[in-house]
């Protein structure tokens, strides 16, 4: 497999200092993703699971340990270098949108192709292109928050995807929304996947949707743990 289709954490540790007492959420983890897995991030509220896809996805740099990805290690990359590297590779969801609210949605689903280098025109028919795919073919124009939350929500999809990313990243990509609204994200995800074979790697307490991935993992002493998908409780 070509080597920017797999990224994979070595021997990662992060420590945060709450309220004086030290929290080691990841200890040495190691960890592979690669291009075509779908993957759900499971486990109770301040296990770390946040922590670990901001590691993965190169938002967050750990105490300790290696992000490697086309043979390097991007934790050497200095914060521009990082950013560079996400805008070209990976594309994030959040519970909450993270559009900017003073653009349209076409301009949000643009920009991380004009930041990229995008000339205006193509960057523009390949966010027309995504927004059509989400279903916002006629919100175009619609600033952010003249947009429903669900709107917004596949919005957000569309901005994550217009660099066609290898790796796609969602943290709690519906706890925000009703469960019409959910359904129609979570299918959109899978839809994704299956067009594109990026990388999905999704943190939820939604359990239809962990369900729905090929592998459930937790986090356990600080390592990721295996789930056995039957015994996740709705
Ligand atoms: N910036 C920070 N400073 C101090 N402690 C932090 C910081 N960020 C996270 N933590 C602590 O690290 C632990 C893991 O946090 P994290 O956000 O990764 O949990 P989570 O599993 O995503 O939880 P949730 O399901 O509630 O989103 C928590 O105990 C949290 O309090
Ligand atoms: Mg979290």
Do not use: Y
């Amino acid at each position: 497999m070509d080597r920017s289709e797999v990224l994979e954490l070595s021997e990662v540790s992060k420590t945060f200092m709450g309220g004086g007492e030290p929290v080691s959420v990841l200890k040495e983890l190691t960890w592979t993703v690669r291009r075509g897995d779908t993957i759900a991030i499971v486990g109770p509220s301040g296990i770390g699971k946040s922590t670990l896809l901001h590691v993965l996805g190169a938002l967050d740099r750990p105490d300790r340990g290696r992000l490697l990805f086309g043979g390097r290690n991007l934790f050497d990359l200095d914060d521009a270098g990082l950013a560079r590297i996400r805008n070209r590779h990976m594309g994030f969801v959040f519970q909450f949108h993270h559009l900017l609210p003073e653009f349209t949605a076409l301009e949000n689903v643009m920009m991380p192709a004009r930041i990229a280098g995008m000339g205006i025109r193509e960057a523009r028919e390949r966010a027309k292109a995504l927004l059509d795919r989400v279903g916002l073919s006629h919100r175009l124009g619609h600033r952010v928050p003249q947009l429903s939350g669900g709107e917004q929500q596949r919005a957000a999809l569309a901005r994550a995807l217009v660099m066609e990313p290898p790796f796609l990243f969602a943290d709690e990509p519906t706890g925000n929304l009703d469960i019409e609204n959910s359904h129609n994200v979570h299918d959109l995800l899978l839809e994704i996947h299956a067009e594109r074979g990026c990388a999905l790697v999704v943190v939820t307490h939604n359990m239809d949707l962990a369900r729905m991935m090929q592998r459930q993992v937790t986090l356990m002493h600080g390592r990721i743990a295996e789930v056995c998908p039957s015994s996740l409780h709705i």
